[in-house]
């Protein structure tokens, strides 16, 4: 017995989403799960009652921390080709939505959020080596979000989209069902991934009566093979499956994806088969269904047929699978991998010309790509600040303070780019009363680690967090008892697992030709470095005169003593004062402030 469908507010021709009015801001929103993943490898998935080892990734350990979801994945893949997407929901203001919220700044996502949830969600995901999985998740915040919250809280948010994307995974039923006549009331087309199998569904998230009402509501489904094996057991033909759901639900169109053999388009015109791109080897199988909805949903919107839409779907599967996470945490390389699998035709939207060549616009050559630059980097230091709270700074400069006051020392180190902002780095530090002293990480393993001492801070920096050589010093330096700041833009990676404390220097963008070349994100690391500065400058103490001294001359020295029209004073003269007759004088200004230091604590740091 067919299923009816909820009643829609017309949305024109044949409800495709070019039909949708034009003038809304954002090409996608979506809801359901947000998810930080914590990934553990094992040589294979365990049955009941079964013991095993866990395995360890390179250069992470057996657990590494990724951020994922359904929904998160699933419009982060989107977005890599140009969508502007939003997401809406329920989180709490724990480490894991902080987590997950600063990957959706970094990333671009446009966020609403009601922070009142009793904890974000978290999955437990133990991947084989084949790439196959098992996945435990704790959905927290996302069940507890109700009909009545999106109705007063979000319902604008949906309007100002063309298309809204929902799941049957960690939502409630109902919720799912409330969000999606939200959306057709407000002209958008929906769409549903059914993620889980309808009996779970139905055991877990509602009854079936409202599953088969949330299946009818979609425009657009996508099951899981196994969803709709469940659902139809006797047939075992894919695309007869296909179209017996679109039958079933009354659906515009179906999608199904078969792993290895490609995914299956079915609409009006009949069922299509897509085949699969040939990946180089498959390290982890998780989001691989996220990554093609994503990268379906983009193609669509850039103009692509379905069958093109789901070729650069599965053009998306295909990079996701070949490494660790499902989240497109490595925007540029990702994309760059989809489009060189991708074989279809170019849709005629001027975005995908951008994408496709892997530059900026042809327009913003010369001067404009330099202008680029400066608007791509003033974006990014924006979305740095707004998700710096102070935490990480304060804990930062707490653990450096009680290694001060044991006679401990500041180092900075880092490999590449990161090299020549750690020398940089060094130098502000100590112009600012923290004594500091530049560590070349590939010499700490040959006989340099003897330049720290037990109880030595030093602050490591990396774009990623998985720089192989700075990960090695970082290990040598916890092994030898130092204590480890990490700055990085990888807030899942091994560098930020190992660090005490992370500072967050994360960029979406670079800027420049081909997005590649290391420009925002250096900005980003000297910037966090110099607020971390600020707060120890001014947490100490250091006035003028300290600084004065630090600076006997050139022009900052001038300025720091005053000196009119910029006029060097007499050496020894500071301000006024002499610093040789002003025994407390700048010098001593820092150990004052060291001693005040002392009396502080650490917070935020991790135990040895």
């Known amino acids: 017995m067919s299923a009816r469908r909820s009643p829609k507010k017309p949305i024109g021709k044949a409800a495709e989403p070019a039909a949708v009015a034009r003038d809304r801001d954002l090409d996608l929103v979506g809801i359901g799960s947000m998810v930080v993943d914590r990934m553990h490898r094992t040589r294979r998935v365990l049955a009941a009652n079964e013991k095993g080892l866990l395995e360890s990734a390179a250069g992470s350990g057996p657990v590494q921390s990724c951020i994922g979801g359904l929904m998160l994945n699933q419009l982060g893949w989107a977005a890599l080709f140009g969508l502007k997407v939003g997401i809406f929901g329920r989180q709490a203001d724990d480490d894991a939505g902080r987590q997950l919220r600063r990957a959706m700044a970094r990333h671009g996502l446009v966020s609403q959020l009601d922070l009142s949830g009793s904890a974000s969600s978290i999955a437990e995901i133990f991947v084989d080596g084949a790439g196959e999985r098992a996945i435990y998740m704790a959905a927290g915040a996302t069940a507890e979000t109700r009909p009545e919250h999106l109705r007063r809280d979000h319902a604008g948010f949906i309007a100002r989209a063309r298309r809204l994307t929902t799941e049957v995974s960690q939502l ?221 700074l304060l804990a930062a400069a707490e653990l450096i303070e009680a290694a001060e006051a044991n006679g401990g020392r500041v180092h900075v180190t880092g490999v590449g780019k990161p090299e020549h902002v750690a020398h940089y780095a060094a130098s502000l530090l100590s112009s600012t009363g923290i004594p500091t002293t530049f560590l070349h990480a590939t010499e700490t393993l040959h006989g340099s680690l003897g330049q720290i001492v037990p109880g030595d801070v030093v602050i490591a920096i990396s774009n990623s967090g998985t720089t192989s050589e700075c990960l090695l010093a970082a290990r040598a330096v916890l092994d030898y008892g130092g204590r480890l ?97 002003g025994k407390a004088g700048p010098g001593k200004a820092g150990r004052t402030g060291g001693r005040r230091a002392r009396r502080q604590g650490i917070t935020q740091a991790k135990p040895r």
């Open 485 to 581: 700041i990490g700055v990085t833009g990888g807030l899942a990676s091994p560098l930020a697992e190992l660090a005490d404390v992370t500072l967050d220097a994360g960029v979406r963008e670079e800027g420049g030709p081909l997005g590649l070349a290391p420009r925002a994100s250096v900005a980003a690391e000297i910037l966090v470095l110099a607020a971390l500065g600020a707060v120890l400058q001014e947490r100490r103490g250091l006035d003028r005169k300290g600084y004065a001294a630090r600076h006997p001359a050139g022009a900052l020295g001038k300025q720091a003593r005053g000196d009119a029209g910029g006029k060097a004073g007499r050496p020894g003269k500071v301000g006024s004062g002499n610093a040789r007759s």
């Open 172 to 392: 409630p039923l109902d919720t799912t069902l409330a969000a999606l006549e939200l959306a057709h009331a407000a002209g958008l087309e929906t769409v549903v991934d059914l993620d889980v199998l309808p009996s779970d569904a139905v055991a877990t998230l509602g009854s079936r009566k409202v599953l088969d009402a949330v299946l009818a509501a979609a425009d657009v489904l996508k099951p899981t093979a196994a969803a709709v094996r469940e659902l139809f057991p006797e047939e075992p033909d894919l695309a007869r499956l296909a179209r017996r759901l679109r039958e079933k639900y009354g659906n515009r169109r179906v999608l199904l994806t078969d792993g290895a053999n490609g995914s299956i388009v079915s609409d009006a015109k009949g069922e299509q088969r897509i085949p699969a791109y040939r990946v180089a080897r498959v390290v982890d199988s998780t989001g691989a269904g996220d990554a093609f909805l994503g990268g379906y949903l983009a193609g669509e919107a850039l103009g692509l047929s379905p069958g093109d839409a789901a070729r650069l779907g599965n053009a998306c599967g295909a990079a996701c699978v070949e490494r660790i996470g499902a989240f497109p945490d490595e925007p540029a390389r990702l994309r760059a991998r989809a489009l060189a699998l991708y074989d279809g035709a170019p849709p005629r939207d001027p975005r995908w010309k951008a994408l496709a060549s892997g530059t900026v616009a042809a327009d913003e050559a010369g001067p404009r790509a330099g202008r680029r630059v400066l608007e791509v980097a003033a974006r990014e230091l924006a979305s740095l600040a707004s998700r710096h709270d102070g935490v990480s």
